[in-house]
């Protein structure tokens, strides 16, 4: 049976009342932890509401090394 580990991160959109992520950054973080096993399993944002956003959360899952 797999065993696998979590986590989480929140990334903060930029701009007034959020709604725009720097795609270099968010695409460089993603690549960071991919180079420490964790791949992406959900992507979302949390809104402020009419096509704002208050953060993206993203969750990794990696396997556990017994």
Do not use: A, H
């Not at 989480?8 to 960071?32: A, C, H, S, Y």
């Not at 991919?34 to 953060?55: A, M, N, P």
């Amino acid at each position: 049976m797999n065993k696998w580990e979590y986590k989480t991160i929140k990334v903060k959109p930029g701009g007034f009342m959020g709604g725009k992520v720097d795609e270099t950054e968010f695409e460089r973080e993603l690549n960071q932890f991919g180079q420490y096993g964790w791949e992406v399993v959900s992507c979302f944002d949390t809104s402020y509401g009419q096509g704002t956003s208050r953060e993206v959360i993203v969750v990794f899952k990696r396997p556990v090394v017994d």
